[in-house]
C-alpha cells in the first residue's frame, strides 16, 4: 500500500509540475510581447519634413511604378503559398522543466520517506501532525504569494502539494503502517473525509482545471486504497458530485471525464472487493449512486458554455464516456437487482427527453448524441429483461419494435442524419431477430410452431404498416441510398424495411406451410399488396410484389413436384394454395394489377406463364391417378380455354392496348405449351397403349381430337403484328405441327404397304392446296419432301415386305403401284404449273424454304421424274428376276426418253442415253454369262428391239428438242 500510495504521488507531482511549467512559459512569452509593443511606442519613426515639389514627383513616380509593378503586384496577391509541415517536437513543458518535475517528485517522495523512518519522530500521531503541519506551511505560504503575479505558478505548485500530502497522513492515520495510530474503522474514516473536505475546498476554489481534477481523482482513489467499506462508495459518488460541480464554472471537460472514469474505476474496485458481502439493497445503492453521478455529469453539458452548434471532439467524448460507463455501473449490479430494465428505460427516456432540451437551445451535437445514446440505452433495458424470464425471441422482437418505433419519430420529425442511424440499428435488429427465430424453429416441434408463425406474421404487419404509414405523410423512403449516402428522391425506390418484411413473410409461409390459415392469409396478403400497389401507386412495393409472388409460386410448385413422387395425394380442395394461387393469378392478370408505370413495363406475361405452369402440375398430379390417359386430353382442352380468353377476355374489359397485347401473347405462349405438353404426353403414353371402349379405339378418338385442336389453332391463331417475333414465328409454324402431327399417326396406324401412297396423296394435296387456296408457299416445299419420301418407302421398305397372300389385292406391290401412279400425277401437275411457281417466285423477295421452289419446280425432270423412275427401277430390282432385269430396265429408259422428248428435256434424254449405255454394258458382261439359252434369247431380243425403237423415235423427234433450244 505504501509503493502505490508513493506511485500515486509522484504522478501527480509530476502532472502538475506540467502544467504549472506550460503556464509560465505562456507568461513568459506574453511578457516578451509587451516588451516588444512598448519599445515601439518609445522610439517612433522621425522624418525630414517633404517639399511642394518633392511631394510632386513622388507622387508621379509612385504612379508609375504603381502602374508598371500591378501586375507582379496581383500575382503575388493571387499565389498563395502553403505553410510548410512542421515536424514533431518535444513539447516545451517536458523540455524545459523536466529538472523542476524529477526535483519535485524528489522532493515530496523524500518527504514522504522521512516522515514514515525518522527515529525523531517515534510516535505516529507525530508523523501525521508533521506532515499536516507541513501541509499547512505549504497552504500559507500559498496564500501570502498568491497577491504577486509572478509566484502565481508556484502558488498553485505549492498548494496541490499541500492538499495532496494532507490527504496522504489523514489516509495513513487509519492504515499505513507507520502512520496509523487511529485503529477505529470509524474514526478513521472520519478522519479521512476530513483531509477529503480540505482537497474538495482546494478544488472549488483553484482556478486551474488541472489541479481541481488532480484533488478530486486522488479523493475518490483514496477511498480505494482504504479497507473497503459499504459507505465509501455513497461517499465517493458524493465528493464525485461535488467535483462535478466545479465543471459548471468553465468548459471543463477533462476535468468531468477523469472524475466520471475515476468514479467507475471506484464502483469497479468496490464490487470486486465485496462481492460476497453485498445484499440485495446495497447492490440499490450502488445503482442509485451511479445515476446520480452520471446526471450531474450529464447535466453539465447543457449549461449555457456549450451553446453552439459546432461539435468539439473533448466534450462529446467527455459525454459519451459518461453514458458508457453508466451502462457500466448498472451492469455490474443488473444480475443482482430485478428492476434494472427499468432503472434503463427511465435512463433512455431521461435522455431522450434532455436532448430535445439541448435542441432548443441550440446544441445540435448533444442533441443528437443523447438521442442516440438514449436509443442505444433503451435497447440495453429490453436486452436486460433476462431477469423476468422473457425468450431470446421476443426480446429481439421487442428490441426491433422499439427500433421501428424511434425511426417513426425520427421521420416525422425529418431528422435525416438521426434516421439514417436509426435505419442500421434497425436492420441489425432483423438480422438478430433472424437468428433467434432459426434457433426456436430447430429446437421446437412442428405441431408447436404457430406462435413462432404469429411472431413472424406480427413482425412483417409491422415493417410494411411502417412503411406504408410513413406512404401517408410522404416520409423518406429508407431506399440504401438515403441510408448510405443520404439521397432523399432517388430514381425507383426500393424500402429496404419492406424488403425485410418480406423476408419474414416468405419464412411463415415457408415453415407454416401446412397451414391451412398460413395458406389463406398469405395469398390474401399477396392480393392486397398488389391491390395497394395500384391504387396508391407506391412504387416502393414493386420488388416487394414481385418476390413474394415469385417464392410462392415457387413453393407451390416443389410441394406439387413432391406430390408426384407419392403414392397417395390428398384432394384439391384439401389445401387452400392449389386453387388459391390459380385464382390469385387470374385476378392479378385480368385485373389489371400488374402494371408498372414506373419501369415501363408489365409483368402480365410472366404471370401468365407461372398460371400455366400451376395448373399443368395440378392437372398432372391430381389426374393421373384416375387415368394415365386424361393428362393428355386436359392438356389438349386448356390450350383450347387459352386460345379464347386470349382472343376473347382483353376485348371485355378496358385495358390499355399494352395490357391487351401482353394477355393475348401470354395466353398465346401457355396455349401453345399446353399443346406441344399433349403432343409429349400422346407420343409417351398414348401410342405405347391402345385401349378400347365399347368397340372404340381410345387411341384414335385421341389422334382426331389432337389434329382437330391443331387445325383450330391454325385457323383462330391471332396474327397481330404488334406480337414478338418469336410469338408470331410459333404462329406460323403450327402447320408443321400438324404436318408432323399427321405423319406421326400415319406411322402409327397405318400399314406399312399403304404408307407410300398415303405420302403421295398427302404431297398431292399439299400442291393442290397451295395452287389453288391461300395457303402457306412453303408447302410446296413439304408436298415434294412427301413425294421423296413415298420414292423412298416404295424402293426400299416395301420391296423388302413379304407377301400375305396370292391375291393381288392383298400384295404389297399393288399399294406401291398406285403410289407410282400417284407420283406420275404428281409429276403431271407439276410439269403443268411449273412456269407459275418459277415467274411467281423470281418476282417477289424470298426467305426461309420458299427460296427452294424455283430450284425444285424449274427442272422438274431432274428433280421428280428422274427420282420416280430410280424408285421404279429399285422396285423391279427388288422384286423380279435378275435374268430380265436388263429388260425391265431398257422398257424404263425407253418411257423416260419418250417423257424427256415429251416434255423437250435434253438433260433426260442424256440421263436416259447413259442408263441405256449402261445396260448394254450389262446385257454383255451379266446377261451373256449368267442366263440360260431361253432366257438370254428373250432377253438379247427384247433388248434389240427396244433400242431400235428408241433410236427411231430420237431420229424422228429431236427437232422438238432443237426447237425448243433455238426458241
Same mark, same amino acid.
Given at each position: 500500500?505504501?509503493?502505490?500510495?508513493?506511485?500515486?504521488?509522484?504522478?501527480?507531482?509530476?502532472?502538475?509540475?506540467?502544467?504549472?511549467?506550460?503556464?509560465?512559459?505562456?507568461?513568459?512569452?506574453?511578457?516578451?510581447?509587451?516588451?516588444?509593443?512598448?519599445?515601439?511606442?518609445?522610439?517612433?519613426?522621425?522624418?525630414?519634413?517633404?517639399?511642394?515639389?518633392?511631394?510632386?514627383?513622388?507622387?508621379?513616380?509612385?504612379?508609375?511604378?504603381?502602374?508598371?509593378?500591378?501586375?507582379?503586384?496581383?500575382?503575388?496577391?493571387?499565389?498563395?503559398?502553403?505553410?510548410?509541415?512542421?515536424?514533431?517536437?518535444?513539447?516545451?513543458?517536458?523540455?524545459?522543466?523536466?529538472?523542476?518535475?524529477?526535483?519535485?517528485?524528489?522532493?515530496?517522495?523524500?518527504?514522504?520517506?522521512?516522515?514514515?523512518?525518522?527515529?525523531?519522530?517515534?510516535?505516529?500521531?507525530?508523523?501525521?501532525?508533521?506532515?499536516?503541519?507541513?501541509?499547512?506551511?505549504?497552504?500559507?505560504?500559498?496564500?501570502?504569494?498568491?497577491?504577486?503575479?509572478?509566484?502565481?505558478?508556484?502558488?498553485?505548485?505549492?498548494?496541490?502539494?499541500?492538499?495532496?500530502?494532507?490527504?496522504?497522513?489523514?489516509?495513513?492515520?487509519?492504515?499505513?503502517?507507520?502512520?496509523?495510530?487511529?485503529?477505529?474503522?470509524?474514526?478513521?474514516?472520519?478522519?479521512?473525509?476530513?483531509?477529503?473536505?480540505?482537497?474538495?475546498?482546494?478544488?472549488?476554489?483553484?482556478?486551474?482545471?488541472?489541479?481541481?481534477?488532480?484533488?478530486?481523482?486522488?479523493?475518490?482513489?483514496?477511498?480505494?486504497?482504504?479497507?473497503?467499506?459499504?459507505?465509501?462508495?455513497?461517499?465517493?459518488?458524493?465528493?464525485?458530485?461535488?467535483?462535478?460541480?466545479?465543471?459548471?464554472?468553465?468548459?471543463?471537460?477533462?476535468?468531468?471525464?477523469?472524475?466520471?472514469?475515476?468514479?467507475?474505476?471506484?464502483?469497479?474496485?468496490?464490487?470486486?472487493?465485496?462481492?460476497?458481502?453485498?445484499?440485495?439493497?446495497?447492490?440499490?445503492?450502488?445503482?442509485?449512486?451511479?445515476?446520480?453521478?452520471?446526471?450531474?455529469?450529464?447535466?453539465?453539458?447543457?449549461?449555457?458554455?456549450?451553446?453552439?452548434?459546432?461539435?468539439?471532439?473533448?466534450?462529446?467524448?467527455?459525454?459519451?464516456?459518461?453514458?458508457?460507463?453508466?451502462?457500466?455501473?448498472?451492469?455490474?449490479?443488473?444480475?443482482?437487482?430485478?428492476?434494472?430494465?427499468?432503472?434503463?428505460?427511465?435512463?433512455?427516456?431521461?435522455?431522450?427527453?434532455?436532448?430535445?432540451?439541448?435542441?432548443?437551445?441550440?446544441?445540435?451535437?448533444?442533441?443528437?448524441?443523447?438521442?442516440?445514446?438514449?436509443?442505444?440505452?433503451?435497447?440495453?433495458?429490453?436486452?436486460?429483461?433476462?431477469?423476468?424470464?422473457?425468450?431470446?425471441?421476443?426480446?429481439?422482437?421487442?428490441?426491433?419494435?422499439?427500433?421501428?418505433?424511434?425511426?417513426?419519430?425520427?421521420?416525422?420529425?425529418?431528422?435525416?442524419?438521426?434516421?439514417?442511424?436509426?435505419?442500421?440499428?434497425?436492420?441489425?435488429?432483423?438480422?438478430?431477430?433472424?437468428?433467434?427465430?432459426?434457433?426456436?424453429?430447430?429446437?421446437?416441434?412442428?405441431?408447436?410452431?404457430?406462435?413462432?408463425?404469429?411472431?413472424?406474421?406480427?413482425?412483417?404487419?409491422?415493417?410494411?404498416?411502417?412503411?406504408?404509414?410513413?406512404?401517408?405523410?410522404?416520409?423518406?423512403?429508407?431506399?440504401?441510398?438515403?441510408?448510405?449516402?443520404?439521397?432523399?428522391?432517388?430514381?425507383?425506390?426500393?424500402?429496404?424495411?419492406?424488403?425485410?418484411?418480406?423476408?419474414?413473410?416468405?419464412?411463415?409461409?415457408?415453415?407454416?406451410?401446412?397451414?391451412?390459415?398460413?395458406?389463406?392469409?398469405?395469398?390474401?396478403?399477396?392480393?392486397?399488396?398488389?391491390?395497394?400497389?395500384?391504387?396508391?401507386?407506391?412504387?416502393?412495393?414493386?420488388?416487394?410484389?414481385? %418476390?413474394? *409472388?415469385? @417464392?410462392?409460386?415457387?413453393?407451390?410448385?416443389?410441394?406439387? =413436384? +413432391?406430390? #408426384? !413422387?407419392?403414392?397417395? &395425394?390428398?384432394?384439391?380442395?384439401?389445401?387452400?394454395?392449389?386453387?388459391?394461387?390459380?385464382?390469385?393469378?387470374?385476378?392479378?392478370?385480368?385485373?389489371?394489377?400488374?402494371?408498372?408505370?414506373?419501369?415501363?413495363?408489365?409483368?402480365?406475361?410472366?404471370?401468365?406463364?407461372?398460371?400455366?405452369?400451376?395448373?399443368?402440375?395440378?392437372?398432372?398430379?391430381?389426374?393421373?391417378?384416375?387415368?394415365?390417359?386424361?393428362?393428355?386430353?386436359?392438356?389438349?382442352?386448356?390450350?383450347?380455354?387459352?386460345?379464347?380468353?386470349?382472343?376473347?377476355?382483353?376485348?371485355?374489359?378496358?385495358?390499355?392496348?399494352?395490357?391487351?397485347?401482353?394477355?393475348?401473347?401470354?395466353?398465346?405462349? %401457355?396455349? *401453345?405449351? @399446353?399443346?406441344?405438353?399433349?403432343?409429349?404426353?400422346?407420343? =409417351? +403414353?398414348? #401410342? !405405347?397403349?391402345?385401349? &378400347?371402349?365399347?368397340?372404340?379405339?381410345?387411341?384414335?378418338?385421341?389422334?382426331?381430337?389432337?389434329?382437330?385442336?391443331?387445325?383450330?389453332?391454325?385457323?383462330?391463331?391471332?396474327?397481330?403484328?404488334?406480337?414478338?417475333?418469336?410469338?408470331?414465328?410459333?404462329?406460323?409454324?403450327?402447320?408443321?405441327?400438324?404436318?408432323?402431327?399427321?405423319?406421326?399417326?400415319?406411322?402409327?396406324?397405318?400399314?406399312?404397304?399403304?404408307?407410300?401412297?398415303?405420302?403421295?396423296?398427302?404431297?398431292?394435296?399439299?400442291?393442290?392446296?397451295?395452287?389453288?387456296?391461300?395457303?402457306?408457299?412453303?408447302?410446296?416445299?413439304?408436298?415434294?419432301?412427301?413425294?421423296?419420301?413415298?420414292?423412298?418407302?416404295?424402293?426400299?421398305?416395301?420391296?423388302?415386305?413379304?407377301?400375305?397372300?396370292?391375291?393381288?389385292?392383298? !400384295?404389297?406391290?399393288?399399294?406401291?403401284?398406285?403410289?407410282?401412279?400417284?407420283?406420275?400425277?404428281?409429276?403431271?401437275?407439276?410439269?403443268?404449273?411449273?412456269?407459275?411457281?418459277?415467274?411467281?417466285?423470281?418476282?417477289?423477295?424470298?426467305?426461309?424454304?420458299?427460296?427452294?421452289?424455283?430450284?425444285?419446280?424449274?427442272?422438274?425432270?431432274?428433280?421428280?421424274?428422274?427420282?420416280?423412275?430410280?424408285?421404279?427401277?429399285?422396285?423391279?430390282?427388288?422384286?423380279?428376276?435378275?435374268?430380265?432385269?436388263?429388260?425391265?430396265?431398257?422398257?424404263?429408259?425407253?418411257?423416260?426418253?419418250?417423257?424427256?422428248?415429251?416434255?423437250?428435256?435434253?438433260?433426260?434424254?442424256?440421263?436416259?442415253?447413259?442408263?441405256?449405255?449402261?445396260?448394254?454394258?450389262?446385257?454383255?458382261?451379266?446377261?451373256?454369262?449368267?442366263?440360260?439359252?431361253?432366257?438370254?434369247?428373250?432377253?438379247?431380243?427384247?433388248?434389240?428391239?427396244?433400242?431400235?425403237?428408241?433410236?427411231?423415235?430420237?431420229?424422228?423427234?429431236?427437232?422438238?428438242?432443237?426447237?425448243?433450244?433455238?426458241?
Amino acid at each position: 500500500m505504501d509503493i502505490i500510495a508513493l506511485l500515486v504521488f509522484s504522478f501527480t507531482l509530476l502532472y502538475l509540475h506540467l502544467k504549472l511549467s506550460a503556464r509560465v512559459r505562456q507568461c513568459e512569452q506574453l511578457l516578451k510581447e509587451m516588451k516588444i509593443l512598448s519599445m515601439c511606442k518609445s522610439s517612433p519613426l522621425s522624418f525630414p519634413p517633404i517639399t511642394a515639389e518633392e511631394s510632386i514627383e513622388k507622387k508621379n513616380t509612385s504612379s508609375q511604378l504603381t502602374v508598371k509593378r500591378s501586375p507582379k503586384i496581383v500575382k503575388s496577391q493571387v499565389i498563395e503559398k502553403k505553410p510548410p509541415r512542421k515536424p514533431f517536437k518535444i513539447p516545451n513543458i517536458i523540455k524545459e522543466n523536466w529538472i523542476g518535475v524529477f526535483g519535485s517528485i524528489a522532493l515530496v517522495i523524500g518527504a514522504v520517506f522521512f516522515g514514515l523512518t525518522a527515529e525523531i519522530m517515534q510516535h505516529a500521531e507525530v508523523r501525521v501532525g508533521v506532515m499536516i503541519a507541513v501541509s499547512c506551511l505549504f497552504l500559507g505560504i500559498s496564500q501570502q504569494l498568491k497577491s504577486r503575479a509572478d509566484w502565481a505558478p508556484l502558488c498553485g505548485w505549492l498548494k496541490s502539494i499541500s492538499g495532496t500530502v494532507i490527504l496522504f497522513a489523514t489516509l495513513g492515520a487509519g492504515g499505513i503502517e507507520g502512520l496509523q495510530f487511529i485503529h477505529s474503522p470509524l474514526h478513521a474514516l472520519y478522519f479521512l473525509c476530513f483531509g477529503i473536505s480540505i482537497n474538495i475546498l482546494l478544488a472549488m476554489t483553484t482556478p486551474s482545471q488541472a489541479v481541481a481534477s488532480l484533488h478530486v481523482i486522488l479523493s475518490i482513489l483514496s477511498f480505494c486504497l482504504a479497507p473497503q467499506a459499504l459507505i465509501l462508495l455513497p461517499i465517493g459518488a458524493l465528493v464525485a458530485s461535488v467535483g462535478l460541480i466545479a465543471a459548471y464554472r468553465s468548459k471543463w471537460d477533462l476535468h468531468l471525464l477523469l472524475i466520471v472514469i475515476a468514479f467507475a474505476f471506484q464502483n469497479t474496485f468496490w464490487t470486486i472487493s465485496l462481492s460476497t458481502q453485498l445484499l440485495p439493497w446495497m447492490h440499490h445503492l450502488a445503482i442509485g449512486s451511479s445515476v446520480v453521478v452520471s446526471l450531474i455529469a450529464a447535466s453539465v453539458h447543457y449549461s449555457k458554455n456549450y451553446q453552439s452548434p459546432k461539435l468539439e471532439a473533448l466534450p462529446l467524448a467527455a459525454h459519451i464516456t459518461n453514458w458508457v460507463l453508466l451502462t457500466w455501473n448498472i451492469w455490474l449490479h443488473a444480475p443482482f437487482f430485478k428492476w434494472t430494465p427499468f432503472v434503463l428505460g427511465g435512463m433512455a427516456v431521461a435522455g431522450f427527453i434532455l436532448a430535445r432540451i439541448a435542441k432548443r437551445k441550440g446544441i445540435l451535437w448533444l442533441y443528437y448524441t443523447d438521442t442516440l445514446l438514449s436509443q442505444l440505452v433503451a435497447m440495453s433495458a429490453i436486452a436486460s429483461m433476462t431477469t423476468f424470464a422473457v425468450k431470446p425471441l421476443d426480446l429481439s422482437l421487442m428490441i426491433l419494435f422499439e427500433t421501428i418505433a424511434f425511426n417513426f419519430v425520427c421521420r416525422f420529425q425529418k431528422e435525416d442524419f438521426l434516421l439514417r442511424v436509426g435505419c442500421f440499428l434497425q436492420y441489425i435488429c432483423y438480422l438478430v431477430v433472424i437468428n433467434h427465430l432459426l434457433d426456436t424453429l430447430s429446437t421446437t416441434p412442428v405441431t408447436d410452431q404457430f406462435p413462432i408463425y404469429l411472431r413472424m406474421g406480427i413482425v412483417t404487419a409491422l415493417s410494411w404498416g411502417y412503411h406504408v404509414t410513413g406512404s401517408f405523410k410522404n416520409f423518406v423512403v429508407d431506399d440504401f441510398r438515403f441510408v448510405l449516402f443520404g439521397q432523399k428522391d432517388p430514381k425507383d425506390p426500393v424500402s429496404i424495411t419492406t424488403l425485410l418484411g418480406t423476408l419474414f413473410f416468405m419464412g411463415i409461409y415457408f415453415f407454416g406451410y401446412n397451414s391451412l390459415v398460413v395458406q389463406a392469409i398469405v395469398l390474401s396478403v399477396a392480393g392486397l399488396i398488389a391491390l395497394w400497389r395500384k391504387l396508391k401507386e407506391d412504387h416502393s412495393w414493386n420488388l416487394v410484389f414481385i %418476390i413474394s *409472388l415469385i @417464392f410462392v409460386h415457387l413453393l407451390s410448385w416443389v410441394h406439387l =413436384t +413432391v406430390l #408426384l !413422387q407419392k403414392t397417395s &395425394i390428398p384432394s384439391i380442395i384439401s389445401r387452400v394454395d392449389f386453387m388459391g394461387l390459380v385464382l390469385l393469378d387470374a385476378l392479378l392478370i385480368f385485373g389489371n394489377l400488374l402494371q408498372f408505370k414506373l419501369w415501363k413495363k408489365n409483368i402480365h406475361h410472366f404471370v401468365i406463364y407461372a398460371l400455366g405452369i400451376q395448373i399443368s402440375l395440378l392437372t398432372y398430379v391430381f389426374t393421373k391417378q384416375v387415368s394415365i390417359l386424361i393428362p393428355g386430353l386436359a392438356y389438349l382442352g386448356f390450350s383450347v380455354l387459352a386460345l379464347e380468353v386470349g382472343r376473347l377476355i382483353p376485348e371485355l374489359f378496358k385495358y390499355s392496348d399494352d395490357v391487351k397485347q401482353k394477355i393475348r401473347e401470354g395466353m398465346s405462349h %401457355i396455349g *401453345l405449351a @399446353f399443346l406441344i405438353a399433349f403432343i409429349s404426353r400422346f407420343v =409417351t +403414353v398414348h #401410342l !405405347q397403349i391402345d385401349p &378400347i371402349w365399347n368397340g372404340i379405339s381410345l387411341r384414335w378418338a385421341t389422334e382426331a381430337l389432337g389434329l382437330l385442336t391443331i387445325f383450330y389453332w391454325m385457323v383462330f391463331y391471332p396474327q397481330k403484328s404488334d406480337f414478338s417475333r418469336f410469338t408470331r414465328f410459333c404462329g406460323s409454324r403450327l402447320l408443321e405441327g400438324c404436318l408432323g402431327f399427321i405423319t406421326l399417326c400415319v406411322f402409327v396406324e397405318m400399314p406399312e404397304v399403304w404408307r407410300p401412297f398415303i405420302w403421295v396423296v398427302i404431297a398431292i394435296g399439299l400442291f393442290i392446296g397451295s395452287l389453288n387456296y391461300k395457303w402457306p408457299k412453303r408447302l410446296y416445299v413439304y408436298s415434294w419432301m412427301y413425294l421423296i419420301a413415298s420414292i423412298v418407302h416404295v424402293a426400299f421398305v416395301t420391296s423388302n415386305l413379304t407377301m400375305p397372300s396370292l391375291f393381288a389385292i392383298e !400384295q404389297h406391290n399393288t399399294p406401291a403401284f398406285m403410289a407410282v401412279a400417284l407420283q406420275f400425277c404428281y409429276a403431271y401437275l407439276a410439269y403443268g404449273r411449273r412456269e407459275d411457281l418459277v415467274d411467281k417466285q423470281n418476282s417477289s423477295p424470298t426467305e426461309g424454304m420458299i427460296r427452294f421452289i424455283p430450284i425444285l419446280y424449274r427442272q422438274p425432270s431432274l428433280t421428280i421424274l428422274l427420282p420416280i423412275f430410280l424408285g421404279v427401277a429399285l422396285l423391279f430390282a427388288f422384286n423380279f428376276e435378275k435374268a430380265i432385269l436388263t429388260l425391265l430396265w431398257v422398257g424404263l429408259i425407253c418411257v423416260y426418253l419418250a417423257v424427256g422428248l415429251l416434255v423437250k428435256s435434253k438433260r433426260s434424254i442424256q440421263i436416259a442415253m447413259s442408263a441405256l449405255v449402261f445396260c448394254s454394258i450389262r446385257l454383255i458382261v451379266f446377261d451373256l454369262v449368267q442366263s440360260d439359252l431361253a432366257t438370254r434369247a428373250l432377253v438379247f431380243i427384247g433388248v434389240g428391239s427396244l433400242m431400235l425403237g428408241v433410236s427411231v423415235m430420237y431420229k424422228k423427234y429431236k427437232h422438238r428438242i432443237e426447237i425448243h433450244e433455238g426458241a
